[in-house]
């Protein structure tokens, strides 16, 4: 290992564009709020990015203004005990809420009202847009020339140059790391402004804003010493824009509709927007920011954050997909850092909804595993400590499936309301997350404070999953199995949910995670439960079809589309003795072979090189990271693109980071650089190997 000269690093990918990208708008933010620009380095044309609609919805824009506390739900609340059904388990009936119709949103999918409320609510709220204005004509696409757009990664600035109705712009944006506030600097002359639109909440899949209910929502204006409030309520939600622009005249044009027109008409004008979540404001607003004051703390931030994290240098490489590996190591902790917040994050982050803003737990792995191994453990805490706030209703939920413990629900808002599905709620795979993150974040700090803050989240989880393994006594010894219902990771095998059983990832993962959960509390000096090591120990064998691992042991077997999850038996797993190496080493080269990765996802490509990588296999590691095909797509601003309605998906960008970790800092007693071969020279510091 030779140290990295992070500077020049970061330097190098820089996201520099010359035109409009469609697909790779920019983004400032803080993990708890974002704001995503256009070529003027605003929102003024959110037409020209379009995101796909599904089900017959409206399309959205990637533009979004977005935070981890702005949420809105439709008016007629519905409780989630009114879609629960019961189904037949192991341990006597157990409740699951369950979707009576199809996943579709439109008219013929069978869901009832409650079902369709629930699913659709919370829903993440657009807290607004923020363009350009010249007075006069509304500008045109086409009006938008000579564009020179550059995200500066080491201060977490874009300067955006371009002309505008042939007249030459420079705009720079920034966002406050610790106030969800963003400082703008416009240059240019002429009559300029910001013109600001707010829409009403949406239940639409991917389109966080409706605009076709004015009347639903209201906006008022305050003037203060320095500039403006506008204070929006919606039914329950309410927040607050704070615009500090002295001198400048602000004016309603429409309903929730302003223009914010520049005191000048010459020289830099200086305007900073912070949005607060409640109204009234007065005591929320302690000290008004300038636009200095946000680009230097933006400055300070960004700085510290590729100073004081890992990294990993490919430059000097000899194969030539290097520099490309290395650009998306470098912009994928950028995306995943704009959204390590006091939420799990949504699988689009804080750009634009998908699954209406809701963040799904077995995500969360995929999301920001990669943070504590990287020398970043403060940016997990933020997110972490958000399992205690809903551990009475996991607990209430594990409770109607006759279990002691917590069960953490799949698809979630903030309070933890799981969405009723024929597939998130039989989902068991995210329920050993919490003892996995937790473990990441001993093994970056190890002592007793880290165990006491993380042990009740630990111990909660693994008494759950002790208590949901079921004796089953049909062999020659009693072994434990998982299910039915469930459903696997690979979720083709929805259907079969009532009586699938034992799948090969699951199983390990249970058995590993409480082995970990056991030497937590002999850390602490307590007893562990003879029912841990008992489930850990005896777990039902891994079911094998023609000496390859199958996804689990009840049949259809061998569907060969989505996740390929038996790969992570061993690779996002450590080593157990669960698994057999020849056996997955003969599982790996058969999903090679002939599975469907076009209907894979971004995070798969990164699970199988994690699987090559612990078999010793660092060629194919890095062949399976850079597998060619359409869900491994990463954009020229870093995202992982999946399709068009999923332009940007970020378990694939903490995935990534995640695995080539892995490939670089290695694991327990394993070789140096395990996931990198002939041909390649690897330098890494800040970064610890996984279990």
């Not at 003892?435 to 909660?460: K, S």
Request: one cysteine or more; hydrophobic letters at 40%.
């Amino acid at each position: 290992m030779t140290s990295v000269d992070r500077s020049r690093l970061v330097a190098r990918h820089g996201v520099r564009l010359g035109r409009l990208e469609p697909e790779s708008p920019l983004t400032v933010g803080n993990g708890d709020f974002c704001f995503t620009v256009d070529p003027t380095g605003l929102q003024t044309f959110p037409d020209a990015y379009p995101v796909e609609s599904r089900y017959g919805e409206p399309a959205g824009t990637l533009l979004g203004t977005m935070s981890q506390w702005g949420w809105h739900s439709s008016p007629g609340r519905v409780e989630l005990e009114s879609t629960m059904r019961e189904y037949a388990s192991p341990h006597g009936p157990a409740l699951y809420a369950d979707l009576g119709g199809s996943l579709s949103a439109d008219a013929a999918s069978g869901q009832s009202r409650q079902e369709e409320w629930l699913r659709n609510n919370p829903h993440r709220l657009d807290l607004g847009r923020i363009g350009l204005w010249l007075g006069g004509t509304t500008p045109t696409v086409s009006s938008l020339t000579e564009i020179d757009q550059q995200l500066d990664l080491a201060r977490g600035l874009i300067t955006s140059a371009f002309r505008l109705q042939d007249r030459p712009f420079r705009v720079q944006t920034a966002a406050h790391p610790a106030r969800d506030a963003i400082g703008i600097r416009i240059e240019g002359s002429g009559v300029r402004g910001l013109r600001f639109a707010f829409p009403y909440g949406s239940e639409a899949w991917g389109n966080a804003a409706d605009w076709t209910r004015p009347d639903a929502h209201r906006s008022e204006v305050q003037r203060t010493s320095d500039g403006w409030l506008i204070e929006r309520r919606l039914d329950e939600a309410a927040y607050t824009l704070s615009i500090t622009a002295p001198g400048a005249e602000l004016a309603g044009v429409a309903p929730h509709e302003y223009v914010l027109e520049a005191p000048n008409d010459t020289g830099a004008w200086d305007v900073v927007v912070e949005f607060l979540p409640a109204v009234p404001v007065a005591a929320t607003v302690t000290s008004p920011l300038t636009t200095n004051s946000v680009f230097s703390a933006s400055d300070r931030h960004w700085t510290r954050f590729w100073e004081d994290g890992g990294a990993i240098e490919l430059a000097d490489s000899d194969d030539p997909r290097a520099g490309e590996l290395e650009r998306r190591i470098v912009l994928s902790q950028y995306a995943t850092a704009l959204t390590a917040g006091s939420l799990p994050p949504a699988e689009t982050g804080l750009m634009v909804n998908s699954w209406r803003g809701k963040f799904h737990l077995e995500m969360h792995l995929w999301h920001h595993g990669w943070l504590a191994p990287w020398g970043r453990p403060q940016l997990l805490e933020r997110s972490l400590p958000w399992y205690e706030t809903i551990l009475d209703r996991a607990r209430e939920t594990a409770r109607g499936q006759g279990l002691p413990g917590a069960r953490w629900p799949k698809q979630v808002g903030p309070e933890g309301i799981e969405a009723p599905s024929p597939i998130g709620p039989f989902l068991i795979w995210q329920q050993p997350h919490p003892i996995h993150l937790a473990e990441l974040l001993y093994r970056a700090r190890p002592n007793r404070e880290t165990l006491d803050r993380w042990a009740a989240i630990v111990f909660d989880t693994a008494e759950f999953m002790a208590a949901y393994a079921a004796v089953d006594a049909a062999g020659q010894s009693p072994r434990f199995s998982l299910g039915p219902p469930l459903v696997p990771a690979q979720e083709s095998y929805a259907d079969t949910r009532a009586t699938a059983s034992d799948p090969t990832f699951e199983l390990v993962y249970w058995s590993w995670a409480l082995d970990v959960a056991a030497r937590w509390r002999t850390r602490l000096g307590l007893t562990v439960p003879d029912r841990w090591r008992d489930v850990a120990s005896k777990l039902a064998p891994l079911p094998v079809r023609d000496g390859c691992y199958a996804a689990l042991s009840t049949p259809p077997y061998l569907v060969r589309d989505d996740h390929p999850s038996m790969l992570a038996a061993l690779g996002v797993v450590p080593r157990t003795p669960l698994v057999d190496p020849a056996t997955m080493r003969r599982t790996l080269d058969d999903v090679l072979r002939d599975w469907d990765w076009d209907s894979a996802w971004g995070w798969d490509f990164p699970m199988a090189a994690m699987t090559a990588t612990r078999l010793g296999e660092p060629a194919l590691a890095v062949d399976c990271l850079l597998m060619e095909r359409p869900k491994n797509t990463y954009l020229a601003n870093g995202h992982n693109r999946q399709n068009a309605s999923l332009p940007i998906y970020l378990p694939g960008n903490g995935g990534l980071l995640l695995a080539t970790g892995l490939m670089a800092a290695g694991f327990d007693g394993s070789s140096p650089t395990p996931g990198f071969g002939t041909g390649w020279r690897v330098r890494h510091d800040g970064i610890s190997p996984l279990p």
